[in-house]
């Protein structure tokens, strides 16, 4: 009997083993030191292993089995697995070799991505996949956001920027990118906790109607609003969804909304714009974006961003095409993002027992990876962060080159 | 009979101007004065009109029937038509009505634009094309380019430049972007007279390998490097295909070859480019492109470019997502090419008798109407033009703002 048992053990050992190792395998063979439940460690790749990536309990398998993303996702934030060394370099290397083992496979990942985008964001459900990320409380933001709470990508136009000194550098970037003038109306959809709007009317003159769905981050904006002394002549905070914007604007800017907006309603975002923009106006859309068209992450849009969808530029354009926008501009800071999200995850790393406390472990945990891995989508290359600069057809009071954008002085009209 | 005939006559008469008004209103109401070869007048729409278009012989009246495209550019290089006063603000307001006219048709121009680039654009046919414009005669072009024969859109970096400071500008802009350093291998697809290859590698201190399907063209490439004492080592003009293009580069440029590259071959040209690059590489395509998917006009693509398509960036990302490319940079430079345009015409005006004389009159009123319409289509924002900057996917070593384009050095790596 023993001996059986013991054989069983052996053969049950050897099999998970051969399955842990089809698992490295289906993501790409990282360079990691893989480090079991029973102490056998491995490491298939080449080169020296980043990190170590222990499976703490035989039931991470079958969740791994399962979904690689949500299976890893879900047993990290649980501590069934755990990751020894450099928690940035794991990520990285993880992202790189997952990368680079599904590249090529561009029909696929198109097709993915349109279904993953078939169902819609109803007013009701925009609604609450604001309230599963945004409205988790202003305190546990402000713990590892920079003081304006800017939870977008930074601008790190000098060096040796601070995290707040690369996001006053961000309103700035795009508030010149929009040529503001003072007495110009702005719409901005999707304010986070205002800190853009807030810039623009105190430096910039100009009046700001900023709507958002975050009721949490519409309290935090109109406190700030009232004690800056910006009265809602010049600063209007609106608790509305995107869909309800109304009015005309000179300037229409959206930073990091369009993640949530769902594709299939790409359109009418850009029918919202055309009606709200003036003929001699000017637009920003800031988001992240990618390559190539493919589906979101599915832990993430499990656990961090339900009804998101991060598009490609080809999907990007069904916001602009259809409307005839004219595209002035497109920069991409993907490199800024990826060390924003550094920077977050190393303030991140100094509060996680009192989000620990202020939620549990498990929450904690689940940030962690969510923030380790969104730096590497963006140092990959999996991810990019687009800027995009648009005008209603026709207008030719766009400048003549970008110069205006790095503080020359806009070259006059021909 | 005398007054059977009369009456016929008049109602012929009455008929005729019937069907012109509503070809005028066909192509949306321009505000242009109607002059029939009977002495008729009339000005449909409201406002002073910008020019008159003269019909001078009822002959015209089935062939704008047929296509109002096709139709005007025929009998205007035959001399049936004739406009009198500003050509260029006769072609703006043209181009104005009847893009507004046809604006919102997005669905409709998508498919037009599918079914025009069906047709292939073989290696022969691309030859024959390629002969059809750029194999007119060194000499012809000559006659209206700036001196060193730059037929792409200038860069108009200062107000008051001519349009050979503006090429010269072009060209630096351009290298500029490349982030250029001496050693460095480049690949030029479509290379025309060899301006920016000669630029590069005399500015510049890199080797160039440039590619160019008109034997004219080429040829007077070829005689310039000689001229220059640029030998093969540092610089070589190859009379091919871009299909053909062969070895490995630092930096992968097009300028103003897309356009006549088509539709069908984008994701062909994704590849070659991919295959050229280094992965710490960077590319350079700088195109016509549209605001939407449209065919290209039927005149044009009778008569001026074969085989040529207009892309929409969602159609231009056909070269790119397939491959993962990273957009780092997009630029649309419209204006600098109607200024360009009207540049090139100024100078055509100047010369028409003797391209008359080199060819026929129909031929110099032909490039006429097509420098001026294209002048129009830039200025009303039909047509736009695109410099787009791509980097292999996960190539770190891209610089972190656009200053490095204006002047200031480069951020240092982070």
């Known amino acids: 009997m023993m001996d059986i048992d013991t054989r069983q053990q052996v053969s ?21 030191l893989v480090r079991m439940w029973n102490g056998e460690e491995f490491c ?6 980043v990190a170590c990536l222990e499976f703490r309990d035989r039931r991470v398998i079958p969740e791994l089995i399962m979904s690689t993303s949500v299976g890893f996702g879900e047993c990290y934030s649980k501590g069934m697995i755990e990751v020894h060394g450099d928690f940035v370099a794991f990520a990285d290397e993880i992202t790189r070799a997952i990368t680079e083992k599904y590249r090529g496979r561009y029909n696929l990942q198109k ?9 819609g964001n109803t007013l009701s459900r925009s609604q609450q996949n604001v309230q599963h990320h945004y409205d988790l409380g202003n305190e546990f933001y402000r713990l590892w956001l920079d003081p304006r709470m800017v939870y977008t990508c930074a601008y790190y136009e000098h ?12 309103l700035d970037h795009v508030c010149r990118k929009l040529r503001l003038r003072p007495g110009q109306e702005v719409i901005e959809a999707g304010c986070g906790w205002g800190s853009l709007a807030l810039h623009m009317v105190q430096h910039y003159g100009v009046r700001v109607k900023a709507y958002n769905n975050s009721i949490e981050q519409v309290s935090f904006a109109r406190e700030e609003a009232a004690r800056l002394g910006l009265d809602s002549s010049r600063l209007t905070f609106v608790k509305d969804d995107y869909r309800n914007i109304t009015g005309r604007c000179d300037a229409f800017v959206s930073i990091g909304m369009l ?25 920003l859309i800031h988001s992240i974006g990618r390559s190539r068209p493919a589906p979101v992450d599915a832990w993430i849009a499990r656990h961090i961003f339900p009804g998101g969808h991060i598009p490609s530029l080809s999907e990007m354009s069904e916001i602009f095409e259809p409307f005839e926008f004219s595209i002035l501009d497109i920069e991409n800071l993907r490199l800024h993002y990826a060390r924003t999200c550094r920077a977050w995850l190393a303030n991140f790393e100094r509060v996680k027992d009192e989000v620990s ?40 009071s766009v400048p003549w080159t970008r110069k205006y954008q790095y503080g020359e002085s806009e070259t006059p009209g021909r």
Chains 1, 2 share one sequence.
Not at 12 to 32: D, K, Q, T
Not at 44 to 49: E, H, M, N
Not at 111 to 119: E, G, K, N, Q
């Open 111 to 119: 097709i993915h991505s349109l279904l993953a985008s078939v169902r």
């Open 259 to 283: 993640e949530h907006v769902g594709r299939k309603h790409y359109r009418n975002l850009g029918k919202l714009i055309r009606n709200c923009l003036k003929p001699g106006g000017i637009g």
């Open 44 to 49: 298939l790749a080449d080169g020296r292993p």
């Open 357 to 396: 406390a202020m939620y549990s472990e498990e929450f904690a945990r689940a940030w962690r990876l969510y923030l380790a891995g969104s730096s590497a989508g963006f140092h990959t290359g999996t991810l990019q962060l687009y800027q995009v600069l648009i005008a209603p057809p026709g207008n030719n």
């Open 12 to 32: 049950g050992n050897a099999l998970e083993s051969r399955v842990v190792r089809w698992i490295m395998m289906r993501v790409g063979n990282p360079r990691v």
């Open 159 to 170: 060096a040796d920027a601070t995290l707040e000194q690369a996001q006053l550098a961000k």
